[in-house]
């Protein structure tokens, strides 16, 4: 069942039928990928689980498709994004609170991807500000798997774009403190970087607008509007990179 709204909106899906060969292809790329999947065998859920998939109502064939894939930060600044790469990009969504370290993680974007059963040409991709039940060291574990299940959606590693982690207040809940923003930012950048995976470091912008802060972890309209306009820009150059 899927339910949607007018052009623009959010779109919360459960199930969808359709683009079955796709799907398979999809399933076979993730059977025969040489690294395992999954870092963890257990799930560390959180009082609340959710994710948030939005599709463009009316994508246009002629223009390339672009995924944010992240979190309720990404689902923020989405729209910015949205609106900064209109005419340019038909942009996806895939936000969801699942962490890496989560087996559950490799499986949602295997199964979006399917569903949508379209060709991404740039992917914008972060995780970290959830799974706090993970330490670290299983966050830096998991962290290729997650790599991999992400270098599936592309044709190669320039296309994607890794988000750092932004910083959280101070009377910040459930785990989350920047010492540990920072440790996963450093995990992530010894992986993504080597990988040469361009880097938009949404971290850095935002430690100049802390008083953007409109609760301890997420930003205002004002700060979401600065973090999708500095996505949107890394974007437009990676595909203008690829027009070339």
Sequence with gaps: MTLSCHPGSYVETRHR???????????????????????QE???????????????????PSLP??????????????PEVTKD????ANVYLMAASTSVGDPRLTHQIAEFVA???VHFRVVHFNNGMHGWGYTEKQYQAAFPSYLRAVEHLVASNRDLIW?????????ATS?????????????????VQPAGIAVDDQHALMMKHEDLHQD????????????????????????SKESK
């Design 17 to 39: 039928i359709g683009r079955i060969a796709f799907a398979l292809t999809v399933s076979v790329l993730f059977l025969l990928a040489p690294v395992r999947l999954f870092a």
């Design 42 to 60: 257990k799930s560390i859920p959180e009082e609340i689980e959710w994710i948030w998939e939005v599709r463009p109502t009316h994508a246009n």
């Design 65 to 78: 498709n672009v995924l944010l894939l992240g979190d309720s930060i990404t689902r923020n600044y989405f």
């Design 85 to 88: 790469l209109d005419g340019i």
């Design 115 to 117: 569903m949508e059963g």
């Design 163 to 171: 988000a750092t982690i932004t910083p959280v207040r101070a009377d």
């Design 175 to 191: 785990g989350a403190t920047n010492s540990r923003v920072d440790a996963r930012n450093v995990i992530a950048a010894s992986l």
């Design 216 to 239: 301890p972890v997420h930003f205002n309209p004002k700060g979401s509007n600065l973090e999708g306009d500095q996505a949107a820009q890394l974007i437009k150059a990676e595909l």
